[in-house]
């Protein structure tokens, strides 16, 4: 006699079970089939094709009405199944039918899981999911507005199928780069860069805080830090729950899902589960293959046939509308493991293999997958890569060709790109003058000038030599900024503003690093870089930033902190003196200490105490004396002409003046000055970056001393008559110095290099240029220019850095 | 069986950045790294180095502000020419918490 077999969902993996059953033995089970959607099987993976307009319905159905018929399957779509009675063998249907099995099959799938946050029940909230869900993103277009929570596969698919409707989408994600699963953060760099081109707004590392309303309906997101995103439909795609409720209710085992063996069989032997809902060996699932898998193993079991299902290496090839994704195995970094990275920053591809004695265990490209199936297959058959490492990341047609261009990055330039800042040169031009005869660097420039004057450019024109002539020259050697890169200091620079890059994974991927994250030694460099190439505009990132950088203070041997707050010019008043008593006493300062900047240090601050202490300070007017910062430091002064009886001119009131302008800003690294009132020089100018002495006739400007490790005298820059002459050049100094040394090194290490002659003819000989520089100085100041105490101390910036996420000290030690 | 004790949300910690959690026996770090991964070591490694969650986190390393020791996160080991080991706990995320072994919180009572 034909036995009953009732299975419940008619998804993917039930579906495929079914075909696979049915081939084998049409004869042996009389199924009936259960689904609460009100149809039958079709293919989910398909649904993002049908938003896109790409696929219809129809296009995507699986198994039609007809083929239900043919092969004698009763469908009950549209209906839940109630419960079942183990006991008596019978599923009981919702409209009280009971219906007696052998054997059950469950495929409940999962359930998108919904943020628990206020408003998620509005209308207008919606998982992406079946059918329906997709028909309703359907219904957006050009006049709408969506939001998309979670930057994993489905909701890029979501917001990319949007997106091409014409629909305005921005996607929220918690994380700090998309799909952060499956892509390391140079991958998810180049996905995001291709999602903006395609007009979606993306924001990572953005916390969802509500779901805001009107009429019961969605009219927002509202993140934590207050902005108010408008929507007309809000996509939740934040994962997926087995659904395991009915197994639940009925007693079989269940973990995170359904608990099944390696025959598909629930901890009851005539029921078993496939799909979304199983939970196989600790592990459940989300993708195809496997599930396909679990179905062959349970069409055989039905048949009482041996068959075992076995978890294997998965890989995600994806494509995100036209953007090329793979990714598989384990590619964390870790003790023991090797990268291997090649960028070809004018393709926008990115490939990186992480091997650990000698094989691969993961992959991630982006860009260009074509070779992905090799590299699976490595990973998969664990095969020693040993023999061909040198060329292993060029994919299976390279091996036993040579590596990979250095060049690239000065190659994919445009021959309008800016070479020599200092005498206007472009790449077109050099190239030019080597065509011309031009063959050494040398040559280079005398013809074309470039390189000529300060000489940071050399690096670059030796590249485009090297270019152009190939093998005939030989590339002078040069100090690399770290291992993560071959390009010097000189070169990054000049490429950040060439190329206009804005953010640490885009100058990593443009030119071409080699570690896939950088280290502590490349990033704060890339940091400073960005902070001064482009100001006003959100470059900067803390966690790329030494910790002094970072909070505001000094860490100090023990952990503790200092504060110092600033005294402009080294003038101080009683109410800011009886303010730094109050707040020594209490805050149990152990140490207060008069520095040589001219100012007071409070040392051995608690950390979590920071913002306390600089709230009190700010109360009494004061503000970050930055004493920590590669940054501006302190201008100190001796007494001048209003006390002093040498004194020639007011060197207070002109330090005053000076750091007033100048506190705030960021440099390669720390930078002190001093206004001395006559020759005496008791403000010690002539040992600082920006040293000014002040004589009858004027101001003596002086640069480039030392008194550190190297003691150096600084050396005359030029002598002016008036105070904002004074001013006018320490700015453009300043900014020369920015825009131009290499990060941690002094202005006397610059100078050194690029010459004092060639600072004078920058500054001195062209005062058009020096108008220019402190006009870029004062530009970058008015968005520097924040007392990061007050940030930190009344608007709860980077609260994080100042408390413990938690503290298990108070509890009883049972 | 391992038990474990919920510090947290995976949103409390910055992509790159790193905690405390304050303990009888000391001061442990939790880091976020930049591939969503999550680590908890010792913020001090003898009087060697420390305190880590100081530091410049990148790769799955931490880079000490003292001395530029850099630690793999995953082992606690020390890199480069540098040799140790700073104290690593078991952690674990779940639906979006952060667990950590209450061995590091009883462990070291329990040698005294």
Request: proline share 4%; aromatic share 6%; with cysteine.
């Amino acid at each position: 006699m034909t036995q009953k077999l009732i299975i419940i969902g008619a998804g993917m993996a039930t579906g495929r079970a079914l075909e696979q059953l049915l081939e084998a033995d049409p004869n042996a089970y009389d199924v009936t089939l259960f689904n609460a959607e009100p149809r039958g099987n079709y293919n989910r993976i398909m649904l993002s094709p049908v938003l896109s307009g790409d696929k219809t319905y129809a296009e995507i159905v699986t198994h039609s009405a007809e083929w239900y018929e043919e092969n004698g399957v009763t469908c009950r779509f549209g209906e839940r199944v109630a419960n079942v009675d183990r006991a008596r063998k019978v599923v009981i249907a919702e409209n009280g039918d009971e219906l007696p099995y052998d054997k059950l099959m469950f495929g409940t799938g999962s359930n998108p899981f919904i943020i628990p946050m206020p408003g998620h029940d509005l209308d207008g909230v919606i998982a992406y999911r079946d059918l329906e869900d997709t028909e309703l993103m359907m219904s957006m277009d050009d006049s709408n507005k969506v939001v998309v929570i979670g930057g994993g596969l489905l909701g890029l698919e979501a917001a990319a199928g949007m997106a091409a409707r014409g629909v305005d989408v921005t996607v929220v994600h918690i994380m700090g780069h998309l799909m952060e699963r499956q892509l390391d953060e140079a991958a998810g760099y180049l996905l995001r860069k291709a999602l903006v081109d395609k007009g979606i707004t993306v924001r990572c590392q953005a916390n969802s805080k509500q779901i805001l309303g009107e009429n019961g309906k969605v009219r927002a997101l509202q993140l934590d830090d207050g902005t108010e995103l408008p929507c007309d439909l809000l996509v939740m795609a934040v994962g997926i729950r087995p659904n395991v409720k009915l197994a639940q209710d009925i007693g079989l085992a269940v973990g995170k899902g359904i608990h099944v063996d390696d025959q598909m069989l629930t901890s009851d032997p005539d029921i078993l589960a496939v799909g979304e809902c199983v939970e196989h060996d600790g592990a459940i699932f989300g993708l195809v293959a496997p599930l396909y898998d679990q179905a062959k193993v349970a069409a055989k079991t039905l048949l009482n046939e041996h068959d075992v299902f076995v978890q294997k290496e998965i890989s995600t090839k994806l494509k995100v509308t036209g953007c090329d994704l793979f990714s598989a195995g384990d590619f964390a970094e870790g003790e023991e493991r090797e990268d291997i990275v090649f960028r070809d920053p004018a393709r926008g591809v990115y490939r990186r293999l992480v091997l650990q004695d000698n094989k691969i265990i993961g992959a991630v490209m982006y860009g260009d997958t074509a070779d992905s199936n090799w590299f699976f297959g490595m990973i998969k058959d664990g095969t020693d890569i040993a023999d061909m490492r040198e060329t292993l990341i060029f994919g299976p047609a390279y091996q036993g060709g040579t590596p990979m261009d250095p060049l690239a990055a000065v190659a994919a330039l445009p021959d309008d790109a800016e070479i020599c800042g200092c005498n206007g040169i472009s790449k077109g031009q050099i190239v030019a003058a080597i065509n011309a005869g031009a063959d050494t660097l040398d040559a280079v420039k005398a013809t074309s000038k470039a390189g000529s004057s300060c000489g940071s450019c050399v690096g670059l024109v030796a590249q485009v030599l090297g270019l152009t002539l190939g093998d005939e020259f030989k590339m002078p050697e040069k100090e690399t900024v770290c291992k993560c890169t071959d390009l010097s200091h000189d070169e990054v620079r000049k490429l950040i503003v060439a190329k206009e890059l804005k953010s640490i994974p885009e100058v990593m991927q443009e030119l071409d690093w080699n570690s896939p994250g950088g280290c502590h030694v490349c990033r704060p460099a890339l940091n400073y870089y960005l902070v001064c190439a482009w100001p006003g505009e959100e470059v900067d990132d803390g966690k790329s930033r030494f910790i002094n950088e970072r909070v505001h203070a000094n860490i100090q041997k023990d952990g503790t902190y200092s504060v110092v707050p600033r005294m402009l010019g080294g003038i101080t008043t009683p109410d800011e003196l009886r303010a730094i008593a109050d707040a020594a006493d209490k805050f149990n300062v152990p140490t207060v200490k008069v520095t040589g900047g001219q100012r007071i240090d409070l040392l051995g601050i608690k950390k979590e105490d920071l913002p306390a202490i600089w709230y009190d300070l700010g109360e009494a007017g004061m503000m970050s004396g930055q004493a920590y910062a590669k940054g501006l430091r302190t201008v100190k002064t001796c007494v001048g002409s209003d006390h002093c009886r040498f004194g020639t001119q007011d060197s207070t009131g002109l330090g005053i003046k000076i750091e007033s302008e100048m506190w705030g800003a960021w440099s390669p690294h720390k930078f002190k000055l001093a206004v001395s009132g006559c020759p005496r020089n008791c403000a010690e100018s002539t040992c600082k970056d920006l040293g000014i002495i002040c004589v009858d006739s004027g101001y003596q400007i002086l640069v480039g001393g030392a008194a550190g490790l190297d003691l150096l005298e600084a050396e005359l820059l030029v002598t002016v008559a008036t105070e904002q002459e004074a001013i006018d050049v320490s700015c453009a100094f300043y900014q020369l110095y920015r825009e131009g040394a290499q990060y941690l090194h002094r202005p006397y290490k610059w100078i050194a290099k690029v010459g004092l002659d060639w600072v004078k003819e920058q500054i001195v000989d062209d005062p058009e240029n020096c108008a220019a520089l402190a006009e870029r100085f004062r530009y970058s100041q008015q968005f520097y220019q924040v007392d990061p105490w007050a940030e930190r101390a009344r608007k709860g910036v980077d609260a994080h850095e100042f408390t413990p996420l938690a503290d298990f000290t108070k509890v009883a030690a049972e | 069986m391992t038990d474990f004790i919920d510090i947290g949300s995976i949103t409390d910690i910055p992509v790159q950045g790193a905690r405390l959690v304050r303990t009888a026996q000391g001061d442990i770090a939790v880091f976020r790294t930049a591939s969503g991964n999550f680590y908890a070591v010792d913020e001090y490694f003898e009087d060697k180095a420390g305190p880590l969650s100081n530091g410049i986190q990148h790769g799955e390393m931490v880079t000490d502000p003292m001395r530029n020791w850099v630690f793999d996160l995953a082992t606690g080991e020390a890199q480069g020419a540098d040799e140790g080991r700073v104290t690593t706990y078991e952690l674990k995320v779940e639906d979006g918490r952060i667990l950590l072994s209450s061995a590091a919180l009883v462990n070291q009572v329990a040698a005294e």
